[in-house]
């Protein structure tokens, strides 16, 4: 059974920092594209970071300088670490996988952008105070 199972998430003060954690149970996770996702109460969701198999990443501009992805191969691991928090990155995160070994670093930001990834995980709530 697939399964994403994200973790990290919780309350913190503006100006602070967690570490997001997505434990990934699928095969050749070295393969794929992962990326993070955001979705705030009222809004719709929103890409955040993406890696593609050979280590490229990309941001969303609300984040960039700020949050880092990085994954783990070893250990089937996604990572966001998020510092410098702000109010408005309040939401639920969530981790998601693309089907292994069919993207090229274009195609992987391209479904990055259109947030076509078929398998994700519950998410994790992210709260920032003022």
């Known amino acids: 059974q697939v399964q994403l199972v994200e973790s990290g998430g919780g309350s913190v003060q503006a100006g602070g920092s967690l570490r997001l954690s997505c434990a990934v149970s699928?095969?050749?996770?070295?393969?794929?594209?992962m990326g993070w996702f955001r979705q705030a109460p009222g809004k719709e969701r929103e890409g955040v970071a993406v890696?593609?198999?050979?280590?490229?990443?990309g941001y969303a501009d609300s984040v960039k300088g700020r949050f880092t992805i990085s994954k783990d191969n070893a250990k089937n691991a996604l990572y966001l670490q998020m510092d410098s928090l702000k109010p408005e990155d309040t939401a639920m995160y969530y981790c998601?996988?693309?089907?292994?070994?069919?993207?090229?670093?274009?195609?992987?930001?391209?479904?990055?952008?259109?947030?076509?990834?078929?398998?994700w995980g519950q998410g994790t709530q992210v709260t920032v105070s003022s």
């Open positions: 998601a996988a693309r089907a292994a070994r069919i993207d090229s670093w274009y195609s992987c930001w391209s479904a990055y952008a259109r947030a076509s990834f078929p398998y």
């Open positions: 699928l095969d050749s996770f070295s393969d794929r594209c």
């Open positions: 890696i593609g198999t050979d280590g490229n990443t």
